[in-house]
């Protein structure tokens, strides 16, 4: 009966190492990926600020337009030009 008491503890504790480890990873991984989502979006800015240099044309480079470009990619981009266009 004691060594059935201490696997059940051990499987136990298992799982509760298991549940804070995700509830530690969850929060990071998605930090990870917004980072990374606006440093690409920092990029398609810049990329399409140098393209439409020659047309006079430009994005504001901000929190928001940083954040669209990097959450949607680049249909976030064309959202971003249709307003911009759309404003002018």
């Known amino acids: 009966m004691d060594t059935l ?8 504790l298992l799982v509760v190492i298991y549940i804070g480890a995700q509830l530690i ?11 990374i ?8 800015l810049l990329l399409v600020n ?11 480079i901000n929190v928001i337009t940083i954040l ?3 959450f949607l990619g680049i249909p976030g981009i064309l959202l971003l030009v249709c ?4 404003l002018h």
């Open 68 to 70: 669209v470009a990097g």
């Open 83 to 86: 307003f911009q266009l759309l």
């Open 37 to 44: 989502n606006s440093l690409l979006g920092i990029l398609l």
């Open 5 to 12: 008491n201490m696997i059940l503890a051990g499987i136990f």
């Open 50 to 60: 140098y393209g439409g240099s020659f047309f006079g044309f430009e994005l504001p």
């Open 25 to 35: 990873m969850k929060p990071l991984k998605l930090i990870s990926k917004l980072i």
